[in-house]
């Protein structure tokens, strides 16, 4: 099929406005991707640009041609860095430079993003001193890491019909927890058991 479309187009079968169009379409399409996000040098095919040196300072409109003498005098790269603007817009600049340091900050941006995870804590209504204690301190540490805590009080049995013992649990546990956190959701029944959901406290 790119065979006998580019048979088309050398013989000059696709004609008029419409098909015209189509050629610049196919052409586009045809692109690499890398020429896509940016063209540079002998890739730029336009007849004039408007120019941006090196130290950032506006040249003017001059003949592509030109632009690229100047990029070599400079012993650096011609980029396309506004293919839609009338003319595109081209800047002088050390491209592979620019690329390295665009991964660069790359890396790093990906390297700063972290994934808040949801660590659970689960109590019991009978729960004593002791264990209550170590499950706060493991609390803190997880919402000092910047992840959120869900904490659960199940119930078993008749134990249900005494969920006000599990919120009184929940409060208790929130005012343990309150110097690295922020009850995000208050306790709610879901079935048998009662959930509360910390986060992170702000500027703490």
């Known amino acids: 099929m790119g065979g006998f479309v ?33 063209q540079i040098n002998e890739e730029i095919r336009d007849k004039e640009v408007r120019l941006i040196d090196d130290n950032g300072e506006q040249l003017g409109i001059v003949p592509i041609q030109q632009a690229q003498d100047i990029a070599v005098e400079k012993g650096m790269d011609l980029v396309k860095i506004a293919p839609q603007a009338k003319p595109p817009v081209c800047k002088i600049m050390d491209y592979g430079k ?28 009978n729960i004593d001193v002791g264990d209550l204690n170590t499950k706060v301190k493991n609390a803190c540490r997880f919402l000092k890491d910047g992840d959120k805590v869900k904490v659960s009080v199940r119930f ?49």
């Open 6 to 38: 580019r048979l088309c187009l050398e013989d000059g079968f696709f004609t008029g406005p419409f098909f015209f169009c189509l050629n610049l379409l196919i052409v586009w399409r045809c692109l690499p991707i890398s020429s896509m996000e940016h």
């Open 98 to 125: 620019y690329r390295f340091e665009q991964a660069k900050r790359e890396k790093e941006a990906r390297k700063n993003q972290r994934v808040v995870e949801i660590k659970e804590i689960r109590l019991t209504p």
């Open 156 to 204: 078993r049995g008749r134990e249900v019909t005494h969920a006000s013992l599990g919120q009184d649990l929940l409060h208790r546990f929130a005012e343990l927890c309150a110097d690295c956190s922020t009850v995000e959701k208050q306790p709610k029944l879901e079935g048998r058991q009662m959930i509360m959901f910390l986060a992170p406290a702000k500027d703490k």
